[in-house]
Every structure is written in C-alpha cells, then in structure tokens.
C-alpha cells in the first residue's frame, strides 16, 4: 500500500509525443507538508510530468497516489478535487476581471453570482491574513504588478482547497524583491501544512527554498536528494551530465575607444509619460556595461530606443557618427545596418515568430545580406538554411534542424537562435535584454561565454537584466536605472548586492557621478 506520509507519488510514469519520449518511467516520492524542488534542462521533462499531474496530459504508463490512495487524473478538474494547484509561468488570468472575479471562475456556485462572490471576499481576507497575500479584491488584473498577479494565482489554488501546489518556474517574471516575499509566502504555505512542488531551473532558489530536490534529464529521473546534503555545483553536473562552471570565467576588460555615447536620452510611452530622464553614459570597445534596475524603471526604454524601437531625443552616437532619434534612419532596420545587434528581452514577442521555421527566424533582419541573395529580387534560401544549420551547431541548439518551428524548441534553445543570429552578424555594438530569462543551467553557460567571448574580440555590450548575480558576473562596469534616471555607476569588484538593491530602491548618499567609461 501506499504511503499516506507522502503528499504525491508517481511510479513508472511514462509519456511520448511522436518519436519523442518526454518522460521514460518516472518515479518520485513528495513528503507530505515539504517543499519539494524539480530541476533539470529546458525539454528534461519537468513540465511534462507535472502536466501529467495536474490532468492536462494522460501518461502512457504510470500510476499517481495522493495521499497515499491510487487516483485516476483524467483532468484538471480532477487535480482539483484531488486537492492539487497549479501555478503556471504564464498566468492564467482575465485582465479585464476583477481580483474576486478570477478567483471565483470556473468555482462559481449556484445561479447567483452574488452569493460566490460574497463568500469568496470573506475567504480570500482570510487567506491574504493566513499567508502574507495581501491582494486588493476590487482591483483589476491589468492594474496588479507582474508579483501581485502572481500572488492571485496562488490564492485562486487555495480558494479551490488545494493543499498542494505546483509552482513553474514561477520566479522568472519576478523581480528580486517579489521572489524574496514569494519564497516568504511559500514558507508559510509549508508552515501551516501545504506541500509545495516548485519548478525551476535556479539553482540558488533550490539551495534556499527547498527541503528535497529531484534531478531530471532527457525524460529520465537521475537523482532525488536532501538539498541540505548536496551543493549547486553537484546539481549542476547531475542536470546537464557534466561539470558545469557556475561562475563566469573572462579576463579583466581592456576597453578601447568609445564605440556608443549616450547625451540626454528622454523617452516618452504613448500616454506621454516620460520613462527615460535624461540618461548619459559611454561604453567603450572591449567592454560589458550592465543595467541593474527593478523591471519597469527604463531599462526596456533604453534598449527599444538605442534598438529603433521608440523615439526619442537626446544625441546618441556609434563610433562618432550620429544616429537618428527619430524620422528616417531612426528604425530597427537603418540600427542593424549602423552595426547594432539587438538581443530583446522578450524572444516571443519580439525576437521570434514562433509559427516560422528556425531559418526563417535565423533570417530577420539580415536577410538583405548580400551571402543570402542570389539576384536583386530572390533570396537563396539553400544558403541560408546552411547558415543556419552552422549556427545552430555552433551555438548548440537542439535539435539542430532549421527546418523545425521555432515554438517547437525549448526556451533555451529559443534563445540561443535568437543570440546566435545576432551575434554571428559581428556587431559593433550588441543590445542584449534579459539573456538568460527562462533559460536552463547548461544553457546560461553557454550564453554567458558568447557575450564575453564577444566582448573579447574587442565589441561593446549593453547587458540589461533584472538577475543580480548575472549582471555582477558578466559586467566591468554597473550602472543602476531608477525612475528612468541612472543613479550611480559601480565597480563589480568594489560593490555587492546591498548597495547595488539599495540603489535599484533610489537610495543611495554617493554622487551618481558621470557615464564616461574609465
């Protein structure tokens, strides 16, 4: 018989797509009222066994215990009534409904609508008292931060009486302040009895919230520990098969002559609010300069207008030659044949079309070149599916067909088709937003040796991203955004996580000084 101490069991659980064998007889054992940690590589199967779970796909093999009782989980609904939760990565919310209105969707009860959403005000003050969730009712979604929203996906779960819940990924669209009180909130969910299964490919979020973490890697389970009885280093290697170098291994910068100088950068959004005030700075050849700052302060103002994404006033210059703010010149495109190379931080909307295949992807924006035309009218596509497949070789993506959709690619490997065509256009200069977000450990790695390997051959970099420890790691020189203003520039070898959060606050007593390189 089964376990009743144990929350969740999972024996022999098998699931194939096609050819392609997601999970391959997967068993894991979940305490109950435990924080329980699944890692592994983007395409490992995580998400896949934990659809499995929640009733969104059937395994082919396999048999689920909750609770100790063999349970049938056709479906969601039957996740549900089986007292599990899930919390997706990408929310699962109406925008124009209110915080009570989503909560009480889809668990409405009788005719009256009125009487569901009386009782559910009464439960969700209980819950936001119970958990630290403090959420406003009334407020609509489209109003809520990226962690509020968040915060109402964990609420609808316990409104429904789930006692577990899976979590996926769910830092990765959090700032580091909303992860923090996540991992506080998940702690009183443990605290009080919940068992919580979390997701995630970040290895120090495993070593800080989890009590067991369980390994996966290509559909297999490889491993289950106490994660007081193992260390990141070991992880790592049982995720990818390997060793797998967690810091950033690149010689001190040797910066040359100022390849990109920003005067004076104000952007206004289409509400006519101004998200850049006056921003100055330099970066030199040879040089990582990174953007620390809270998601939503300026940094993706300052990439969409330095990429001719948005207008803007102010002088920007590359390599002394002035590039238009505004009017002709001033797009994407006329960027790109400047010599900048854009990296977004958001690859779906605005890296990929997901419907495309990988080397119609791989061609955006360079497919003028004069190596992918066979005349002024045609392009040679042959070329260019072979360029693709050397860059897809090179820069490791899996598989490497060119011929495959880019949505049929895990989010790393999304990635690096995205990094691989714009760094193999040998830019002047290279705009990168968010490089790693979504991406596996083995991944970042790999992503991290491209930008300072491009950094070494002597190319200027803007890295932006919300990951502290990335942007210590990867940088020479951090300058911090705060309310569309650059509040300082630091040394990453003379500063650390608290100055550099309490700056991302707006506080800081020290001159912000200027953006001239050093």
Do not use: C
């Amino acid at each position: 018989m089964a376990d009743s101490a144990l929350a969740i069991e999972l024996k022999g659980i098998s699931k194939a797509f096609g050819p392609v064998q997601a999970n391959k007889d997967i068993n894991i054992a979940v305490p109950r009222g435990t924080i329980h940690g699944i890692i592994g590589e983007n395409g490992a199967g995580k998400s896949t066994l934990m659809s499995i779970l929640y009733g969104f796909y059937k395994a082919d093999a396999g048999e689920i215990f909750v609770g100790g009782q063999l349970t049938a989980i056709p479906d969601s609904q039957s996740a549900i009534r089986a007292g599990i939760g899930m919390v997706f990565q990408h929310f699962k919310l109406v925008q124009n409904f209110t915080v009570l209105e989503n909560i009480i969707l889809g668990a409405e009860e009788g005719a009256l609508l009125n009487t569901s959403l009386a009782k559910a005000r009464q439960v969700l003050a209980d819950l936001s008292r119970d958990y630290e969730l403090d959420v406003e009712p009334d407020a609509l979604i489209e109003d809520l931060s990226v962690g509020h929203q968040q915060r109402v996906e964990i609420l609808k779960a316990l409104y429904r009486q789930a006692d577990i819940l899976i979590l996926d990924e769910p830092t990765g669209v959090l700032t580091p302040a909303e992860a923090d009180h996540l991992f506080r909130i998940l702690k009183g969910l443990k605290d009080q009895g919940k068992t919580i299964i979390l997701i995630t490919h970040k290895l120090r979020e495993i070593m800080e919230a989890t009590d067991n973490v369980s390994v996966m890697r290509r559909g297999t389970m490889v491993a289950t520990v106490k994660t007081a009885e193992t260390s990141p280093e070991q992880l790592a290697e049982l995720m990818v098969g390997r060793k797998v170098l967690l810091e950033v291994e690149k010689k001190p910068a040797t910066p040359g002559a100022v390849v990109l100088k920003v005067e004076d950068l104000r952007v206004r959004d289409e509400h006519k609010v101004e998200r850049l005030k006056g921003v100055s700075f330099d970066i030199r050849a040879g040089e990582i300069l990174g953007i620390a700052g809270v998601a939503g302060n300026g940094q993706s103002e300052l990439l969409a207008a330095l990429g001719g994404m948005m207008r803007a006033t102010g002088r920007i210059t590359l390599n002394n030659a002035d590039l238009p703010l505004s009017g002709k010149g001033s797009d994407g495109q006329s960027r790109r044949n400047a010599g900048i190379a854009h990296v977004p931080e958001d690859r779906h909307h605005y890296g990929l079309i997901l419907d495309f295949t990988a080397w119609e992807n791989v061609a955006f924006g360079y497919f003028n070149e004069p190596e992918y035309q066979t005349n002024a009218l045609f392009m040679n596509n042959e070329a260019l599916r072979e360029d693709t497949r050397r860059k897809m070789e090179k820069f490791d993506v899996r598989p490497p067909n060119p011929w495959l959709p880019a949505k049929s690619f895990s989010g790393g490997n999304q990635q690096k088709i995205v990094v691989a065509r714009e760094i193999e256009q040998n830019p002047e200069l290279l705009l990168i937003g968010q490089p790693t977000r979504g991406v596996d450990i083995g991944a970042i790695e790999f992503i991290h040796k491209q930008i300072v390997a491009l950094r070494d051959q002597g190319k200027a970099i803007l890295l932006v991203s919300v990951e502290l420890d990335e942007i210590m790691s990867l940088s020479d020189r951090i300058a911090v955004m705060f309310d569309g203003q650059l509040m300082g520039f630091r040394d990453p070898e003379k500063t650390d996580e608290r100055e550099l959060g309490m700056m991302m606050a707006g506080m800081t007593g020290q001159s912000p000084g200027k953006g001239e390189a050093a």
